[in-house]
């Protein structure tokens, strides 16, 4: 096939098909990143727990930005100012990825906790949804 034998349309829509071929992975490429948390409750008091599932804290455009969000969200929670009466400790979970806090209702050392609250981030492409696909 000659230059001659194509049209100058037919040419337009190989080059536009062509372009679409090369610049779609390109695209995909920059998703967006989604810092989610999944809180956990358990209220070892009136033994309940409340699980809290996926929320979304805040979307990034890079997953290194969505990670740095991530540790100030767990810098935050064991920072907390807003601390109730008491007292809070916490335990970092071992993959890094969140925070158990343990509640006490005062100071001393002798007493037992009486609730704590899971905290664990993740950071997932803005299709991913951690909650699973979606019922219809």
Do not use: H
Not at 8 to 27: D, N
Not at 38 to 58: K, P, S
Not at 82 to 97: A, C, E, F, I, T
Request: aromatic fraction near 6%; glycine fraction near 6%.
């Amino acid at each position: 096939m000659n230059s001659s034998s194509v049209s100058r349309p037919q040419r337009l829509v190989m080059l536009t098909g062509l372009t679409v071929l090369v610049l779609a992975p390109l695209a995909s490429a920059e998703c967006a990143w989604v810092l989610w948390v999944e809180e956990d409750r358990l209220d070892y008091t009136a033994n309940t727990r409340q699980l809290v599932g996926w929320t979304v804290i805040q979307g990034t455009t890079t997953e290194a930005q969505c990670q740095e969000k991530m540790r100030a969200q767990i810098d935050g929670a064991r920072y907390a100012e807003s601390q109730p009466k008491g007292q809070v400790l916490y335990k970092m979970l071992p993959d890094g990825r969140g925070i158990n806090l343990l509640f006490f209702d005062t100071n001393d050392p002798k007493e037992t906790a009486n609730r704590s609250q899971i905290l664990v981030y993740t950071c997932l492409p803005d299709t991913v949804d951690p909650r699973g696909p979606k019922g219809k």
